[in-house]
């Protein structure tokens, strides 16, 4: 049976208490799978949908528990600014977490103005402590981690060299200094297994989903302030984070084929930082390879990827 089906019809006491749980903690290893449930339900009430999810789950109408959960649904729907489009672009994340991140930018634009909150571009001078502070918030608001937790310093910087695009060997060498200054006597071979997994599992999984919520929050702030326009200024941090780059250049040679390492060492060759995938093809096929400050494997890259097809 579909987990959904069984939060809904065999866990439904359960399900009730979860929904009307503003403040649960979201297990940190593993995805919630009830939180799951609890989004779609939402999404489905919103969208006028829920009482044929019911039915298919098997809660029906004379069981007294579905009156009850759909109530639940109602009120924390109602207790919330959060809409159906931002659901649909955090379905992982609970509207009572959303609703929280919420109030927490819209108090911070109330304080001090929309930049305060809205993050930086990369390639922004401020980036590094703009990224210190989403993603604070994103860890006391959406994973709701102890107020004294420090683990935003650390991924704020990763993330920022990720999608700066530096080559792995350098974020790795960046991070066991960053170990070593703290005192933690870093072994050179767990650094390197766990930035591999930091990038894998946190940056392009856990924070693509953190930032993916955090700009859908932020823009439905942004609309209820009538301050739409600012909207277009939020830099698309999730998928940068996806594809470990930011430079447009250096994202069309990696749409090309060519991986992130010689995407990278490819963009530091042309003046332009914004050509399109048709632009870059173009550029490479007039340039002569064996001329260009290029490692040989990253030439021969580009001649089996671009100059073969």
Known sequence: MPSIQDHIAGRTDELISYVTDSEVIPDREKPD?????????VRDHLEGNL????????????NPKRTELIQAIETSVANTKIDRDTIVASPTVSI?????????????????GPAYVIPKHPLDSGAYTSYLAAIKRCHDEIMKYPKGE??????????LRWMKGEPLPQIIDASFEYKRKRGNNPNIATVIRD?????????????????????????????DRKMTELAASIPSIPMYLEVGACSPTMISFMGLGLSRYTAGKLRELPRRTDMSQKEARAWILQQDLDGLNLPNASIQEVRRTILSN
Not at 150 to 157: D, E, I, N, Q
């Open 150 to 159: 420090r683990s935003h310093a650390y991924y704020a910087l990763l993330a």
């Open 195 to 223: 930035s591999l997994n930091e990038i894998e599992r946190d940056l392009r999984f856990k924070y693509v989903r953190l930032f993916s919520c955090y700009n859908a929050v932020l823009e439905l702030v942004l609309r």
């Open 33 to 41: 799978e009830m939180e799951n449930t609890f989004v779609k339900l």
């Open 51 to 62: 009482g044929s999810t019911l039915d298919r789950a098997g809660l029906l109408d004379d």
């Open 96 to 112: 009572h977490r959303q609703q929280s991140l919420y109030e927490r930018l819209d108090s911070g634009i109330r304080r001090k």
